[in-house]
């Protein structure tokens, strides 16, 4: 939807390439205009987020994803651009602070910090709604979901009430303040576990994700496969990484206890004991 | 998403014009090609379904409202069709038995009848696959949902699940040979309190909703107000018309169970002997 909504004529997308979602994203900006792809990390396999770049002035708008949930990276500081800032937030909305003054347009899948899956939460500067043409399908044109404040169709109510309730907690813990230092503390205490000798890290120190974190085990499949199988029977599920890169990954978004860490860690350092 | 995955180039969609939906289905239709009402219930307010009329052998496709809400009138015969029949049967699916090999698409919201609000079930019949275009975005081409089991995207798990549990109870309940004997005796119990004289029907007797059973009283506004008040308080509520139409409505979905039923007609019964 972002592309048939706010693509301008002749003024190509500056994208800065991070991973499988941004990928998706281009291919879909390609049936609507053109993409300027100002930086890149595909060439090492996606384990970094570029810093070295620069913006076109006269770009329809300006993307990127800011959590790669494959890849492991995050943009830690999100850049300021001349043109509208564009992010899908699907695996990080919600898990930190960020200067909402910085975006033309956020979505995010709710799957993630949010809610349940099926609803879609977007936020977009009022600015940009009169980018859409009146020739837009109904459902595609953003001007009907905020004419209609959400309700112009029934939307997914379960959904959306459970938003409420995971907002509601959200802010009985402490707001975005409080939970990105948790997930800060998080992440840490897992990272803290990859040396470099046993556990390895195909991600960049600054680039690395506080939602997922992705390690290889000295390269060897075979003791990855052990890892993941010993974790599961230990009550530690999903480590094992994306099907499209192998390894392995802790997905600790914001409903993921600091129990369930400190559960991890223990496991991380018992395991690498024992096949050091 | 039909227009776009089904028309064919100057093959102008036939529509039969039953109401609110169907008039927002052309609005659709139009923005991607033509179309010919072949015939439209609309000069008397939506009051019956037309079954005066011929379809344009040509056309891209036929399109129908198997049951219309706010009209509260419902096709009690679907009709053979020279081109695919494409049939938004968001508030009658799975209320009763319907001859498949009729259909070329049916698409249905799932909150009346399947589940919870923000899931959408296609059925397609496969030969009209080939008519999307590979332009059309990703999300929006049948190809996509097909190709990948309904699961290229995080589908909304939920709501799914729910169906699920719908469709069990739907099969011990007999199936749709007894839901749809069950729908019939509910509504004709209804039905059989609208004399003409106190409660009063705008639709025609051939083309009466099961599901939807709209009514007037007296055509006066005053005393529908009040047995639509006093109903609330006797626990029966949501009879108020769609507040495009007025008057008052009883909509008796699968999941109106025939105990309530029971309770509407001697609440109606008693209402009308206190106000003849």
Redesign the interface.
């Known amino acids: 939807m972002v592309p048939?909504n706010l693509y301008l004529e002749g003024r190509a997308v500056d994208v800065i390439s991070t991973g499988s979602w941004t990928k998706?994203a281009i291919?879909?900006i390609k049936?609507v205009g053109d993409v300027s792809i100002i930086a890149s990390s595909e060439e090492s396999n996606f384990s970094y987020i570029p810093s070295d770049f620069s913006f076109n002035a006269n770009a329809s708008y300006t993307y990127i994803t800011s959590n790669n949930t494959i890849a492991g990276t995050q943009w830690s500081d999100i850049p300021t651009t001349p043109t509208p800032l564009v992010a899908d937030m699907s695996s990080d909305i919600f898990s930190r602070e960020i200067d909402i003054n910085k975006f033309g347009l956020i979505f995010a899948?709710a799957?993630k910090n949010i809610g349940?899956?099926?609803?879609t939460l977007v936020i977009i500067r009022k600015d940009l709604l009169k980018r859409s043409s009146e020739?837009?399908?109904?459902m595609?044109n953003y001007n009907t979901h905020v004419d209609n404040q959400s309700l112009y169709?029934?939307?997914?109510?379960?959904?959306i009430y459970m938003m409420n309730l995971v907002f509601e907690w959200l802010e009985e813990k402490g707001g975005l303040n409080a939970i990105e230092r948790i997930n800060k503390e998080k992440a840490k205490k897992v990272y803290d576990c990859i040396d470099g000798n046993f556990y390895i890290s195909p991600v960049e120190k600054e680039s690395r994700s506080l939602m997922n974190v992705v390690f290889r085990i000295k390269n060897n499949d075979e003791l990855e496969k052990k890892f993941i199988q010993e974790a599961e029977t230990a009550g530690l599920s999903g480590l094992k990484g994306h099907r499209s890169v192998g390894g392995c990954r802790a997905s600790i978004y914001n409903a993921c206890p600091e129990e369930s860490i400190t559960e991890l860690v223990t496991f991380m350092k018992d395991f690498e004991a024992r096949h050091r």
């Open positions: 048939m998706k291919k879909e049936r899948g799957q349940p899956s099926g609803v020739n837009l399908g109904t595609l169709n029934t939307p997914p109510t379960f959904g």
